[in-house]
């Protein structure tokens, strides 16, 4: 029989005296051999780099203990909320130093200023929504950063808070009871954990992005239009179209956003709604939870520091989508590709006359936006979303079509009421949608009352 006073008869505390027996947290809190107390199941090194650090190695190849409980202090430090924002925002920042990140010359300011000038001009004569553009700017990376960071703390934190609920309520409510001021930790520790990958995904994103809105989301303070010059140069490299014709037509994209959510006051709460039932739906099975931990945890190499941060990017926390997740994520992307079909329609009538590379750089952003890049997958993985529109090409198709049939003010008119927006069957026909619409711009408000409800009555009949 082992010494080891918790392998012992059913009087000493072994095995049956954790709370977390049974529950996807008895490796983390189980006592295994080489553990540290209540830390079993992982090692000091192990441990070390699930908070990040290299730590330094001690004698008999332990960690620098010092390093490790300093990594350990300043990423427990208290903080509002399911995410350490600071500890996100300090990771980000970091990520854009670590190549050269020049802050925008007043040249390249006022040529951005221009550009979105002459873009709200043009798109005067193809939209009825006027100018939602109150000042422009433009930003290095890190500036990038600091001026979205208030929209991905609304955009993120309610995934990521009813994550660690989840997690925490997944625990049977006896283990809940035993164990609450190390819950408390843990849900500290996890918000920790998604902060890194958070920061570590804004900081890629902020290498890419070419503006405020590439993500179909206005991220940046309502009428401010800004574009990344550095990023804009990289984008425009080896393209055989000039740079100024790559800053006007990101300067045209950038203005229609803003017209569209200017003039459509609840699209970007339509948005976050999307989001917000998203991250209600979220559904901890304990036992899908806890193979999948110990599956994943059998690959944490206790030698390799960098093992925790490959064990998060594996998806350790991704977990199955609820069925009212699956819906919420499908209103969510089909907005999206609304939101983007009609910039991606009123910039092609504005250029249609006007820019003769336009069709290729139209061709290029779709791609970009559909295939999306590192940083948006890093999203994926952290909480189940892809802020990309699948179906951009049949909401533009749409768009143009009702434009076509019907004009602009029809067109424009949707925008309306949300319960007027294209659903998925009729991106299945975009061609034939709303046969019988008509464009409210010009009626009085009585009248338009009207065609509202009839509308709408049309809809749920068609139900």
Known sequence: MSDDPRNGPDDTPGDDANPFKGTPFEQFFSGGAGGMGGMGGMDLNALAGMFGGQGGQGAGGMPDLGALFGQLQSMMQPYDGALNWDVATDLARKSVAASPDPSPTSAQAGAVADAV????????????????VTSTAAWSRAEWIVNTLDVWKVLVEPVAEQSVKGIGNALPAEAQAAAGPILGMVGKAVGAMLASQVGS???????????????????????????????????????DVSEDDVLLYLALREAAHMRLFAHVPWLRE???????????GVEINAEALQQRMEEQLRGVDPANPESMQQLLEGGLFDLPRSPAQAAALERLEIALALVEGWVDEVVGQATAERMPAAGKLQELVRRRRAAGG??????????????????????????????????PEARDGVWTHPDLLPTSSDLDDPLGFREDATAPTDLDAADFDAELRKLLDGDQSDE
């Open 117 to 132: 000038r002459l873009a709200d001009h043009w798109l005067d004569e193809v939209t009825g929504f006027p100018s939602g």
């Open 201 to 239: 995904g804004i900081g890629v994103l902020a290498g890419e992005v070419l503006g405020t809105s590439d993500i179909g989301l206005q991220l940046s303070a309502p009428g401010k239009a800004a574009l990344v010059p550095a990023n804009v140069t990289a984008f425009a490299d080896g393209l």
């Open 270 to 280: 339509h948005l976050i709604g999307a989001v917000t039932d998203y991250a209600g």
């Open 374 to 407: 590192p940083a948006e997958q890093t999203f994926s993985a952290l909480v189940g979303l892809e802020l990309r529109p699948r179906r951009l090409r049949d909401a533009s198709t749409l768009w143009a079509s009702l434009r076509t049939r019907q004009g």
